[in-house]
Antibody, heavy 121, light 107 residues
Framework: EVQLVESGGGLVQPGGSLRLSCAAS????????MSWVRQAPGKGLEWVSG????????YYADSVKGRITISRDNSKNTLYLQMNSLRAEDTAVYYC??????????????WGQGTLVTVSS | DIQMTQSPSSLSASVGDRVTITCRAS??????LAWFQQKPGKAPKSLIY???SLQSGVPSKFSGSGSGTDFTLTISSLQPEDFATYYC?????????FGPGTKVGIK
């Protein structure tokens, strides 16, 4: 069974930084593009960032561009999200998601359980 | 960026009802459209990809259709476990974008 386990969330002050991790198992990690999706309290889903299977291509939502960096370590089967200059509006549950095997333009098939990031002083 | 809209934003239905949710893209996205189900406090669950293909393990009471800009999700006979919020998402171009969601409640 595919497993995606996020970690690294927590309380951080405005302007601070946080790095999220997503440990993947039970599939060939490098064969799948990955994404981060977030959900602010009581709001809908917002796609945040994506990365190709090799890690050579990355994609970002306008709302986070320049502040957030997605990366992956295929030797460790782990996806990362480095978040800098955090704002109150970044407060959300962050989900790691796997895309269908193949290219970067695929749909999500599996989701992690999410990790909560709270930006507050 | 491609904007996604959904209608209705919420609906009330009874067990056994047939329910249809509509999703519209601001430009043509071929069939690069997915549907997700989310229950309160839980991670989303993938239902449909490529507009009409069921994810593995998803019951056949769920079906999707459409191409271009207009899409629908249909639940043929609503069951208690289907009361949830449903989201569409385009993956035709980055940034991928979600619709605002449709909450399906109990009448």
């Amino acid at each position: 069974e595919v497993q995606l386990v996020e970690s690294g969330g927590g309380l951080v002050q405005p302007g601070g930084s946080l790095r999220l991790s997503c440990a993947a198992s039970e599939f060939t990690f490098s064969s799948h593009a990955m994404s981060w999706v977030r959900q602010a309290p009581g709001k809908g889903l917002e796609w945040v960032s994506g990365i190709s299977g090799s890690g050579s291509s990355t994609y970002y939502a306008d709302s986070v561009k320049g502040r957030i960096t997605i990366s992956r370590d295929n030797s460790k089967n782990t996806l990362y999200l480095q978040m800098n200059s955090l704002r109150a509006e970044d407060t959300a549950v962050y989900y790691c998601a796997r895309l269908h095997r193949g290219g970067d333009w695929n749909s999500i098939d599996y989701w992690g359980q999410g990790t909560l990031v709270t930006v507050s002083s | 960026d491609i904007q996604m809209t959904q209608s209705p934003s919420s609906l009330s239905a009874s067990v056994g009802d047939r329910v249809t949710i509509t999703c519209r893209a601001s430009q043509g996205i071929s069939n690069y459209l997915a549907w997700f189900q989310q229950k309160p406090g839980k991670a989303p669950k993938s239902l449909i990809y490529a507009a009409s293909s069921l994810q593995s393990g998803v019951p056949s009471k769920f079906s999707g259709s459409g191409s271009g800009t207009d899409f629908t999700l249909t639940i043929s006979s609503l069951q208690p476990e289907d009361f949830a919020t449903y989201y569409c998402q385009q993956y035709y171009s980055y940034p991928f974008t979600f619709g605002p969601g449709t909450k399906v409640g109990i009448k």
